[in-house]
């Protein structure tokens, strides 16, 4: 059974008020209160959203609260404003302050057994992960181990597109983490699965870190897969967003946990033909931000609600998740329109055999691109398939076409998307 603390209400109820009362931003959420004799997750409830676009048209006074002087932060340095690009939405500026997001950043770690014993908070840790989202980045010129320090880290990848990546900088990214030793290893799972393959090939042994924290990217099936060819280090996945910090951390026995010491995490579910009610969205709100106040922000992903509550691992504080689901913006429609997410079409794709990389775009109601990156020698025979078992998902009448790549690219974000539809897709509609 899942439990809050009493803390967490108080404080959710502390957050909600301040903000009806004295942030610009929410003063149309004022006539959506029911008021403080409910209980606070009924007042919640009751609210409307934060979308991305009600943050830039509130950014940043609409969201500072009383008593913080935003220019004074800024000259100190306490705070700084950063301009994210999500996988669909514009791109939005928010309030970085690196305090919060490193004390969220710790209380996850206490979600996962293998995390809390081995990140100190001066651990060394490598990071493979595009530059285009953190690193430095050269794609001309390979950067010397030293010109991609930075504190405790090591980047071990600085090129946008791992198209660029050559056999001496995959035989490089390996030793150096011989050499580094990190106590965790930060990875986008796409680039780390092409990795993973690199090193499968040269036969080469690797160093095995403490821990793989997956973050980044949804991580597939076929991921998991090209990782486990390599590594035998336990795998967590890490969830979270500029925006809200650390929201879920996989734990040991592989659920996800709310870091409910760092924020508040309300769920919709899906109109249940769409999925619902164990698959729905997630709106966070950040409990102990000092200079961002950031309520029932929407992620954009959809989650799987555990029904039990419960985890062989015992943590019982918050809500627990059986899987995430994939970013709504990966989600696609069976012919007859419902909605699916992108875990139930890469557990269809996971059926495949010898799968390198894929990327499925829905062009039309009943139309469907796949491309794929393998190396079977029978192409065809991969391609009847994979038509055979995406009818079998989307729909008879479903038109599929299998094309074959030599390798596929990330998106400009820097990000890869396994799938994706030509047209647009809100979520409300299918709440
Ligand atoms: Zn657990």
Redesign the pocket.
């Known amino acids: 059974m899942r439990c809050f603390s009493s803390e967490y209400d108080e404080r959710s109820r502390s957050i909600l008020e301040e903000a009806l009362r004295g942030l610009t931003a929410y003063a149309s959420w004022r006539a959506f209160d029911p008021g403080p004799g409910y209980p606070v997750d009924a007042r919640y409830a009751a609210m409307p959203t934060l979308t991305k676009k009600a943050i830039r048209d509130h950014f940043p006074e609409g969201f500072v609260p009383a008593g913080k002087d935003i220019k004074r932060g800024l000259d100190s340095g306490e705070i700084e404003f950063v301009k994210t690009s999500g996988t669909s939405d514009v791109s939005v500026t928010n309030i970085w302050h690196q305090r919060w997001w490193d004390e969220s950043e710790r209380l996850s770690w206490q ?2 057994s293998h995390a809390a014993r081995l990140a100190t908070g001066t651990h060394n840790e490598a990071i493979l992960a595009n530059p285009i989202n953190v690193g430095f980045i050269s794609n001309d010129a390979d950067l010397p181990m030293g010109k991609r320090r930075l504190a405790r880290f090591l980047y071990l990848n600085e090129k946008s597109d791992p198209a660029l990546w050559t056999p001496e900088l995959t035989k490089r990214m390996t030793e150096e983490l011989e050499e580094f030793r990190p106590a965790v290893l930060e990875a986008n799972p796409s680039l780390l699965a092409k990795l993973c393959r690199h090193i499968a090939e040269s036969g080469r042994p690797v160093f095995q870190p403490g821990l793989i924290v997956i973050t980044f990217e949804y991580p597939s099936v076929w991921h998991y897969r090209q990782i486990r060819r390599v590594f035998r280090s336990p795998i967590a996945s890490s969830y979270g967003s500029t925006e809200t910090g650390y929201v879920f951390m ?8 709310q870091n409910s010491d760092s924020c508040r995490v309300d769920f919709q579910p899906l109109k249940s033909e769409h999925g619902g009610p164990e698959i729905g969205r997630i709106l966070v709100t950040p409990l102990h931000n000092p200079w961002y106040r950031i309520l029932r922000f929407d992620v954009g992903d959809l989650v799987r609600r555990d029904v039990s509550g419960e ?5 019982n504080s918050g809500m ?1 998740l059986s899987a995430i689901e994939g970013r709504m913006a990966t989600a696609t429609l069976t012919a007859a329109g419902r909605l699916v997410t992108l875990r139930e079409l890469d557990d269809v794709i996971g059926g495949l055999s010898g799968v390198e990389e894929y990327k499925l775009e829905q062009s039309g109601k009943d139309s469907y691109d796949l491309f794929i990156v393998s190396r079977m020698a029978d192409k065809p025979a991969l391609g009847r398939e994979a038509s055979l078992r995406l009818k079998q998902l989307y729909g008879e009448g479903a038109n599929i076409s299998v094309r074959h790549e030599e390798a596929l690219s990330p998106e400009i974000t820097g990000k890869y998307r396994l799938a994706k539809t030509d047209f647009p897709m809100d979520v409300e509609d299918y709440l």
């Open positions: 979600l996962n996989q734990c040991e026995a592989g659920k996800f946990h985890c062989p691992c015992g943590r627990v």
